[in-house]
């Protein structure tokens, strides 16, 4: 067992180390997050700051140092025209890690490591943060007004407090009478729509009626026939009695 051991060779050799480091270094700056294991998260954290330190410094010489170590143009570039511009008030901790437990495979500890200034969800969240907290002093000579005996508050905090309350019932008046007025444009709308149905209810009925007064002439023409029938049923009995 090594005592003081200060760094994770992660069972490799020296070159194989620095390129496995040089090589997340690079995803780390081009993606901004990546996922690995928490022994290389740590192990990239103390390589890739003081790269992003270095990058805001701007010069020829520090553009060759980083690249001494990446080995790569791309990134040295986008390390030195955005991250460094996105990280220029920080005054270091420019990673973070974030644990997502153990892997099904070996069981070894997974995590992401990201540049802090690229998650815009936590950024937020830190600002609310922020603007909920207030510092209060408690010393020995600060006293509130309230505690105070004998003094009352100011009454512009009432006209305030009077004016708060009196401005949402005024909202909601206006607001009563907007409704209102909705409804009695409906209401207005349905009754016409009723009167029109009425009416062509009222045609179609009268339509009926004259088709019914038609048919009288009909029934008359029948009733002068029945008429007819018995007489000649009474006629022929005595012409058969004369015979």
Same mark, same amino acid.
């Given at each position: 067992?090594?005592?003081?051991?200060?760094?994770?060779?992660?069972?490799?050799?020296?070159?194989?180390? !620095? #390129?496995?480091? +040089?090589?997340?270094?690079?995803?780390?700056?081009?993606?901004?997050?990546?996922?690995?294991?928490? #022994?290389? +998260?740590?192990?990239?954290? !103390? =390589?890739?700051? $003081?790269?992003?330190?270095?990058?805001?410094?701007?010069?020829?010489?520090?553009?060759?140092?980083?690249?001494? =170590?990446? *080995?790569?143009?791309? +990134?040295?570039?986008?390390?030195?025209? %955005?991250?460094?511009?996105?990280?220029?008030?920080?005054?270091?901790?420019?990673?973070?890690?974030?644990?997502?437990?153990?892997?099904?495979?070996?069981?070894?500890?997974?995590?992401?490591?990201?540049?802090?200034?690229?998650?815009?969800?936590?950024?937020?969240?830190?600002?609310?943060?922020?603007?909920?907290?207030?510092?209060?002093?408690?010393?020995?000579?600060?006293?509130?007004?309230?505690?105070?005996?004998?003094?009352?508050?100011?009454?512009?905090?009432?006209?305030?407090?009077? *004016?708060?309350?009196?401005?949402?019932?005024?909202?909601?008046?206006?607001?009563?009478?907007?409704?209102?007025?909705?409804?009695?444009?409906?209401?207005? #709308?349905?009754?016409? %729509?009723?009167?029109?149905?009425?009416? %062509?209810?009222?045609? !179609?009925?009268? *339509?009926?009626?004259?088709?019914?007064?038609?048919? $009288?002439?009909?029934?008359?023409?029948?009733?002068?026939?029945?008429?007819?029938?018995?007489?000649?049923?009474?006629?022929?009995?005595?012409?058969?009695?004369?015979?």
């Amino acid at each position: 067992m090594r005592h003081g051991k200060k760094i994770n060779h992660l069972g490799r050799t020296s070159s194989h180390r !620095k #390129a496995l480091l +040089a090589n997340l270094a690079i995803s780390l700056i081009m993606h901004k997050r990546i996922k690995t294991t928490v #022994a290389k +998260a740590k192990a990239l954290r !103390k =390589y890739v700051e $003081p790269l992003i330190n270095r990058s805001k410094d701007d010069t020829t010489h520090s553009r060759r140092t980083v690249f001494s =170590y990446l *080995q790569n143009k791309e +990134a040295v570039t986008e390390l030195f025209r %955005e991250i460094s511009q996105k990280v220029a008030n920080r005054p270091g901790g420019y990673t973070r890690i974030l644990k997502l437990g153990a892997r099904i495979g070996d069981a070894a500890e997974i995590c992401y490591i990201e540049l802090v200034d690229y998650n815009e969800n936590m950024l937020s969240a830190s600002k609310e943060a922020k603007k909920k907290s207030t510092r209060r002093s408690r010393g020995k000579g600060s006293t509130d007004a309230t505690t105070k005996p004998g003094i009352e508050k100011p009454a512009k905090t009432e006209g305030k407090a009077k *004016q708060a309350k009196e401005t949402p019932k005024e909202t909601v008046t206006e607001q009563l009478e907007n409704v209102v007025k909705q409804v009695e444009e409906v209401v207005e #709308a349905a009754e016409k %729509e009723v009167v029109e149905a009425a009416e %062509e209810v009222v045609e !179609k009925i009268e *339509q009926q009626i004259e088709t019914v007064e038609e048919k $009288p002439e009909v029934e008359e023409v029948t009733e002068t026939i029945v008429e007819e029938t018995p007489e000649a049923e009474e006629n022929s009995p005595t012409e058969t009695e004369e015979k």
